[in-house]
């Protein structure tokens, strides 16, 4: 059934909207901006990655403010414990005597900012990962439904090792999207500098509430993907796989493990977002190359020969996206 075109309308106008109040406070980052609004109004994740100081605080911060959705940060820590992120059973006096009673923790919010998430303990770590799939929290053998939209945007350092605690490939596989954060170039830093040490603030005006979000997320899944469109999408999380039938060269050579099915799923999320930003009701191969970075640059790990030939599995990815058609024929057609 053909989407009605006015609901593509009010989603471009709607994402635009969002894209400028960020703006407003981040410099610079337009692809990181747009990548955490696809992590949005497809319903996934997002981990940001990258040197101190570079705003990938400040720009989760900028997008609760864009939106009218309950928001909390969760500073990572190595003394952080599960229950200060999930809540506890506590015991309260009352008139009748004492009785336990849960007291909800910063997890239950809409947009939850993990800071630092590589400084806490697995354990604590681990706290997220029911929230992050089942949208709920078990606590004491009971069950909470979170609120939706439920969104999680975590952050962290590559480059101090020294008390950290790097997530274990089952939870970076929850994160629908890992975005690299780059330096700022000569014109941005500038322009950093004449909002920031001027005396002048920022008030951001919130655009979007959980309503018009959950309509977005639910017209996103109703973008038409064609069968060979899909297959590419197939072939090329399949192509990660050292010793499939459809492996490049460089995936034999330098990846120990491949994607997941998750990442199938996020590329075909990701690309009926970007057809939708287009104004398309379906989607197109070159949708699908343009999110596979993003969506499986932490979903593939490289062998000691890769490691040793410094290379990263974004030069796989790229090279595989180079070497694998787009347009061939559909698998049992």
Do not use: W
Not at 44 to 63: C, D, F, N
Not at 295 to 301: D, E, F, G, V
């Amino acid at each position: 059934m053909p989407i009605d075109q006015a609901r593509i309308q009010r989603f471009h106008e709607d994402y635009r909207r969002t894209r400028e109040q960020i703006q407003r406070a981040i410099v610079g980052h337009d692809a990181i901006i747009d990548g955490v609004l696809t992590c949005l109004f497809a319903g996934g994740h997002a981990l940001l990655e990258g040197v101190p100081g570079l705003g990938k605080t400040l720009l989760i911060r900028s997008l609760s403010e864009a939106l009218r959705l309950d928001f909390s940060r969760i500073q990572f820590t190595p003394d952080l414990m599960p229950a200060d992120v999930t809540g506890t059973t506590i015991v309260v006096e009352n008139e009748d005597g004492r009785e336990f009673s849960f007291r909800k923790g910063p997890i239950f919010a809409q947009i939850v900012l993990a800071d630092e998430i590589n400084r806490a303990t697995p354990k604590t770590q681990s706290s997220l990962l029911e929230a992050m799939q089942e949208r709920s929290v078990t606590v004491g053998g009971e069950t909470y439904r979170l609120d939706r939209p439920f969104f999680v945007m975590a952050t962290q350092n590559p480059i101090e090792q020294e008390g950290t605690y790097p997530l274990p490939e089952a939870q970076l596989d929850r994160f629908f999207f890992k975005l690299q954060v780059g330096y700022s170039t000569r014109e941005e830093l500038a322009e950093i500098l004449n909002r920031t040490t001027a005396g002048a603030s920022v008030e951001l005006e919130p655009v979007l509430d959980a309503a018009a979000i959950l309509e977005h997320q639910s017209l996103v899944r109703e973008v038409d993907i064609p069968a060979a469109v899909q297959d590419y999408a197939v072939r090329i999380v399949m192509a990660t796989h050292p010793g499939g039938e459809l492996a490049t060269p460089q995936v034999n050579s330098y990846l120990r493990f491949g994607a997941s099915p998750r990442a199938a799923q996020t590329l075909v999320l990701a690309a009926k977002v970007r057809a939708l930003l287009a104004g398309r009701e379906s989607v197109v191969a070159e949708d699908v190359r343009e999110s596979v970075l993003p969506a499986m640059r932490h979903r593939c790990l490289l062998n000691f020969e890769g490691e040793a030939e410094g290379l990263t599995t974004d030069d796989v990815l790229r090279n595989l996206i180079d070497t694998l058609p787009a347009d061939i024929g559909v698998l049992n057609s």
